[in-house]
Structures are given as C-alpha cells and as structure tokens.
C-alpha cells in the first residue's frame, strides 16, 4: 500500500515517533513531507516520550494524534499508556504505528523473536484495539478499519495499526547526510585497538555489527565483547553494572546518539557514581541509522556539556582521528570516568555482515572472560 493512502485514512496531522526500518516508508514520507516540524513532525527521544508528547498535543487541540515506533518500544509506552491515556484515567485517544519485527514466521534478528510474538498481544492487554496491515492490505479494508476506530478514538480509547515487512511503500527517495567526515567503522576499529584486551560493551544496531567484523578481521576472540543487539537506550548502564563489579578493570562503552538520548537519565546515575573505570564513548552522527538514517535530536545538543552537568569529571568532544587517538590514549592510561563523544559521518559498509555467534553463546563467552580476570 502506498503510504500516501495510509496517511489519508488516518486523517491526523501530528506525528511524532522513534523511526522503524519496517516504517521507513512512513519516516521517508514525513521527513520529505514535513521534516522535523514542531507542529506537524517530531521525532522524540524514546516511545514513551513520544506518547506524553502527543497526549499534549490532543490536550492542546482535541485531535487525534499519531505515534510510531518499531514494536520493541511497547514496553516503553505501557506506563503512559496505562496510568494517562486509558479511559479509566484521562481517556486521550491515540493512533500508534508499530512496525512488526519478529513476526512468527518470518526469520528476524534474536532481540526481536520474543517482541515479535508478543507484540499483539501486549497491545491487547492495554485496551488497544489492533488491526494488522500486510501487503495484501486493500485501501477499503482499511478505510473501513478506519472507520470503526473513528468510534473508539471518540470514546476516548486508543487504537494500533501493527505494520507487517514491505506492507506500506514510498517512491521519493530521501537522502539523509550530515557534514561529518570520520566514518563509524573505522572510528569502532580505533577504539577496539586503544581497549586491546579490555571489555567492551557495544551499542545495538551497526556498532556492535561492525565490532564483530573487525574482530573476525584481526582474528581476535569475541569474548572481549558485550554486543548489546537489543535493550536500546541501556548500553551505558549495562557498562555501569559491568564496571562497578570489575574493579580496577577498564571498562569500554561503545554508545550511540540515539541510543544515548533514548534513555539520557542514565548520564545523571553515570555521573553520580562516577566508576573510576569506565570510558564511555557517544558515535554521534545526529541520526537513527540503523532503522533509515532518520534524524536525531543529538545533532543540536552539546552533549559534552551535558555530561558535565550530570557529573562526569571529564568530557570531550572529537572530530578527527588524531583527536580521537589522543583521547583514547589518555582514557587507557589515566583513571575516571569520562565521556568521548566522536562525531561520525552518516553511512555503513553495504556488504556490512551480523554476528555469526548467537546471543547466548556471546553472553557466556564474555561472563567467562570477566570471571579470568578475577
């Protein structure tokens, strides 16, 4: 189904979601549409975010706002949903988008099979009425979902369109790029050489993929390795965990931009504690890579100084390699927590592979490697 036919059915004019490869058609005709446009199009930090976001909106204007995400944010929105927009609390209608990874069936990475199972169910459980869009999805089957919704939504309820692989298509392409020049692959191998033999916790999405390969390139164990394939927005307090029961132990955090601001608080309880061996590293290329290369707030902010003010004692911001090098250099050699936000450049290896390790087998061969250096 085109997404123009989509977006007509639903009739809304306020979008605001955390962008989805199996929503990238919907994402590509936002961003070509609106942009990021304070009245029409935002982009929010996680699900849940996005939710008080549009229960404002509705407050403000008394329409029906729309929500998108990939399936893996239902956790996130649960609070909201159940404690604020529910009609046993403020009854706010809502419209969510949710792109189906893992769905029964069909092959999908492993942080995705057991969302992908529950995924309708959780939606029910929440009072959320669900209608499921394949490709064989005609126009009138969802005109006329649409139409019964139309009744929940006035009584207050809230409703979800749960969007199966290559049902929705977009023919406008839509480039996304930023001015940076250092790329995330070879800014990863950098930091995989100043960490040598010390653990690593990686971030879902491209990082951790390219993190495996150049450990597969050099010939070198994966059990130095954490790859952190789902939980986004959590990578910095898995390392947080790791490193305050590894003492003496340095301690890697390979982040991401969206994955940082996805669940930013962590900075705060980071920076409260401040482990004296854990070196946390923000890739920022401004961008949802992984899921289209649909912008992220992170591009706008300094995220140096915002670490500062959450605690960390030091924090510095490079755009180069040297500066780079320079930076780790000094993080192996020297004590503290401190942040390393590197600025990355939009883009990845088209041949760029996955693990070839199962998420289990990595989790054993890193606790295994933890435990030897008791």
């Not at 809230?158 to 480039?175: C, P, S, Y």
């Not at 965990?241 to 982040?255: E, F, R, S």
């Not at 290896?349 to 435990?371: C, I, S, V, W």
Request: charged share 20%.
């Amino acid at each position: 189904m085109d997404v123009r036919a989509f977006v007509k059915a639903l009739g809304a004019d306020f979008y605001t979601g955390v962008p989805d490869s199996q929503l990238k058609a919907l994402c590509n005709y936002l961003m070509d549409t609106y942009g990021i446009d304070p009245h029409h199009h935002i982009i929010a930090a996680n699900e849940g975010n996005c939710t008080a976001l549009a229960a404002g909106y509705h407050l403000a204007t008394g329409r029906v706002p729309v929500v998108y995400m990939q399936n893996s944010g239902e956790g996130n929105i649960i609070n909201p949903v159940a404690s604020l927009l529910n009609d046993k609390v403020y009854a706010i209608p809502m419209i969510f988008v949710i792109g189906w990874r893992g769905q029964p069936g069909i092959h999908d990475e492993p942080q995705h099979i057991y969302q992908g199972e529950v995924t309708v169910k959780l939606l029910e459980d929440m009072d959320i009425r669900v209608f499921v869009i394949s490709q064989e999805t005609t126009e009138d089957e969802l005109n006329a979902v649409m139409s019964a919704f139309r009744d929940e939504l006035e009584n207050g309820k809230q409703v979800a369109f749960v969007i199966r692989k290559g049902a929705l298509t977009f023919d406008t392409k839509v480039e996304y790029r930023n001015d940076n020049t250092m790329v995330r692959e070879e800014i990863v191998r950098h930091i995989a050489a100043a960490a040598g033999e010390s653990p690593i916790i990686s971030t879902t999405g491209k990082a951790s993929r390219e993190l495996f390969e150049i450990r597969e390139a050099n010939g070198q164990s994966h059990q130095y390795d954490f790859l952190t394939v789902g939980s986004m927005g959590h990578t910095s307090s898995i390392a947080l965990g790791v490193a305050l029961n590894t003492p003496g132990q340095k301690i890697w955090c390979i982040d991401g931009d969206g994955s940082m601001l996805m669940h930013m608080g962590a900075l705060a309880v980071n920076g409260s504690i401040a482990p004296d061996n854990l070196v946390h590293i923000v890739i920022n290329n401004g961008a949802h890579e992984t899921v289209g290369g649909m912008p992220t707030a992170a591009a706008h902010i300094d995220v140096v100084k915002v670490a500062l003010a959450c605690g960390y004692p030091k924090a510095v911001s490079v755009d180069t390699f040297p500066a780079l090098d320079a930076a780790l250099a000094e993080a192996a050699s020297e004590p503290g927590l401190r942040l390393i936000e590197v600025k990355c450049s939009i883009g990845a290896r088209a041949d760029l592979g996955r693990p070839t390790t199962t998420a289990l087998e990595n989790k054993q061969h890193f606790m295994e490697y933890l435990k030897s250096l008791d």
